[in-house]
């Protein structure tokens, strides 16, 4: 089992920035794929952001591009979501993900394809 923990949300304005935090424990986090994702109220969780193993390779929303960076230490078993120029319609519940079995280089982008998920942490940004 791995387990996520989420922090760093809260309430800012249109132009602010947030850093997301995911601290994972259990199994070793240098082995799992990571990824971020967002939900709001009624819709689908939908993926921003994913990061290898080793970190070497990221991928982006387009949504997100040149706002968000995800990053990770695997040192720390951590996974972060600095997001940049915020914008309203960034408003959700943001969630990390593990996924484990997959190449050094490989990034998922399908929620479903994820084995653990963190509890989430709310973002809200206001105009």
């Known amino acids: 089992q791995v387990r996520l923990v989420e922090s760093g949300g809260g309430s800012v304005k249109a132009g602010d920035s947030l850093t997301l935090s995911c601290v994972t424990s259990?199994?070793?986090?240098?082995?799992?794929?990571m990824g971020w994702f967002r939900q709001v109220p009624g819709q689908q969780r939908i993926f921003v952001a994913g990061?290898?193993?080793?970190?070497?390779?990221?991928t982006y929303a387009d949504s997100v591009k040149g706002r968000f960076t995800v990053s990770r230490q695997n040192v720390r078993n951590t996974l972060y979501l600095q997001m940049n120029g915020l914008r309203p319609e960034d408003t959700a519940v943001y969630f990390c993900?593990?996924?484990?079995?997959?190449?050094?280089?490989?990034?998922?982008?399908?929620?479903?394809?994820?084995?653990?998920w963190g509890q989430g942490t709310q973002v809200t940004v206001s105009s």
């Open positions: 993900a593990a996924k484990g079995g997959i190449t050094t280089s490989t990034i998922i982008s399908e929620a479903d394809s994820y084995d653990y």
């Open positions: 259990g199994r070793t986090f240098s082995l799992y794929g």
């Open positions: 990061i290898s193993r080793g970190g070497q390779t990221t």
